[in-house]
């Protein structure tokens, strides 16, 4: 069956179906969106001024929501792929458990929700910022990027990237180089994250007919280019400790994991194309989410620290 007719009849399931409450819960991706709100969070908690808590909590929700939110409106689009490939098959759409109207209707409800609730209870520039991210991820890069170019990722990756730049305008009302180096951590991370993975997902990109690097440029080029990315981001990661927002045991920690994150990076290109390099793909790819979350880890420790001993008066 054609992606055409697979379409089609995934189209053809309109009516309302017998989905379980964890199917509306898979439509959110909540692995994705844990990653979403830990970003905001540390955006937020990084940010200078002072917030009240309960604006703040609300914040952080409306952040969870409009990553759920992108994530059913990308399912909704991505029905046909997603039945195509195996690591996607078993999602709520294409396993028959909701129809894509059902999706479509849960995602679009959950994004006015987010949105038009950060904006009236927070600043409207937070608004702005997860409304465009929003539409970003499902217009530009689910509808138009994916699909169309090899740079799907390279582009795309900033729909993920704007979160901790959220969490910090929650705030501040504003936008600065603090919050901008935040994004530029999580923007220059995705290509080499998402193309470590792409390099042992490659049969299922191509069945799916979606243009990949590995697919499009050979695994050659894919795995110099996340060496690329990778020499890019290292040093990226250690400038919130040179910007003088965070501390000592953050820049130590982000040198030293930089370098991890190199010679990760380096096995993966010295390794030989084929079956060989799967081995070093893996390991880069899981590697590559410790490395993103240990660095805002890290981060907020620090931040939660230093604003305890203000508090004691330390």
């Not at 703040?56 to 792929?81: E, K, P, Q, R």
Request: aromatic share 14%; net charge neutral; charged share 10%.
């Amino acid at each position: 069956m054609s992606l055409i007719e697979k379409h089609a009849t995934l189209d053809a399931n309109i009516g309302l179906s017998e989905a379980s409450a964890s199917d509306y819960i898979a439509l959110l991706k909540p692995r994705v969106m844990s990653l979403v709100v830990f970003t905001g969070f540390v955006g937020l908690m990084a940010a200078p001024g002072h917030i009240n808590p309960v604006i703040a909590a609300i914040a952080i929700l409306c952040i969870a929501v409009g990553a759920g939110a992108s994530g059913a409106l990308n399912m909704w689009y991505d029905a046909d792929i997603d039945a195509v490939m195996k690591r996607t098959a078993k999602r709520p759409i294409p396993a028959g458990r909701l129809s894509r109207d059902e999706a479509l209707t849960f995602g679009l409800l959950l994004s006015i929700f987010s949105v038009l609730t950060i904006g009236l209870f927070v600043n409207l520039l937070s608004a702005f910022l997860l409304a465009f991210t929003i539409f970003f991820y499902a217009v530009v890069y689910t509808m138009w990027l994916k699909r169309s170019t090899p740079q799907n990722i390279v582009i795309g990756g900033a729909a993920g990237a704007f979160p901790p730049m959220i969490g910090w305008a929650a705030v501040t009302g504003s936008v600065s180089m603090e919050s901008i180096v935040l994004f530029l951590i999580i923007f220059l991370w995705t290509p080499p994250h998402f193309w470590a993975l792409s390099l042992f997902m490659s049969d299922d990109y191509e069945k799916a007919k979606i243009p990949m690097m590995p697919n499009v440029m050979g695994e050659a080029s894919t795995k110099f280019q996340i060496w690329l990315y990778t020499i890019l981001v290292a040093p990226v990661a250690i400038l919130p400790w040179i910007m003088g927002f965070a501390g000592p045991v953050y820049g130590v920690f982000s040198i030293v994991m930089g370098f991890a994150f190199l010679y990760s990076a380096w096995t993966v290109w010295r390794s030989e194309v084929g079956e060989a390099m799967i081995r070093p793909a893996k390991k880069m790819f899981a590697f590559s989410i410790f490395y993103l979350f240990s660095l805002y880890a890290v981060l907020l420790g620090e931040i939660l620290v230093r604003k305890a001993l203000l508090v004691l008066g330390v």
